[in-house]
């Protein structure tokens, strides 16, 4: 079991950024895949971002392809989200996740979960 806790959220205006770490703990994750979703109230939990364990592989949904980075760093078991031209619709609770794969994780198996960080952008 591996344990993910995030951190980085914040409040932001429309066209900032921030950046998201999760740190993990327990078994290795060099070899897992990690990922971020996020939900939204009233919405359902939506992936957002995954990487492959040797960061050769990412994918990213639509909505934030070409804003958002995914990177990880194996030596510091941490994995980050670096989040630029925020909108309004990116307010939301952002969960890191790891999985077996990054394609695994695009497609919402995942073995682990974090306890999310609220990010709100606002004017």
């Known amino acids: 079991q591996v344990q993910l806790v995030e951190s980085g959220g914040g409040l932001v205006q429309p066209g900032g950024s921030l950046r998201l770490s999760c740190a993990a703990s327990?078994?290795?994750?060099?070899?897992?895949?990690l990922g971020w979703f996020r939900q939204a109230p009233g919405k359902e939990r939506e992936f957002v971002a995954a990487?492959?364990?040797?960061?050769?592989?990412?994918a990213y949904s639509d909505s934030v392809r070409g804003r958002f980075t995914i990177s990880r760093d194996n030596a510091k078991r941490t994995v980050y989200l670096q989040m630029n031209s925020l909108k309004l619709e990116d307010t939301a609770v952002y969960y890191c996740a790891a999985g077996t794969s990054a394609v695994s994780i695009r497609q919402g198996r995942c073995d682990s979960w974090g306890q999310g960080t609220q990010v709100t952008v606002s004017s």
């Open positions: 990487i492959s364990s040797s960061s050769a592989f990412t």
């Open positions: 327990g078994r290795t994750i060099s070899s897992s895949g």
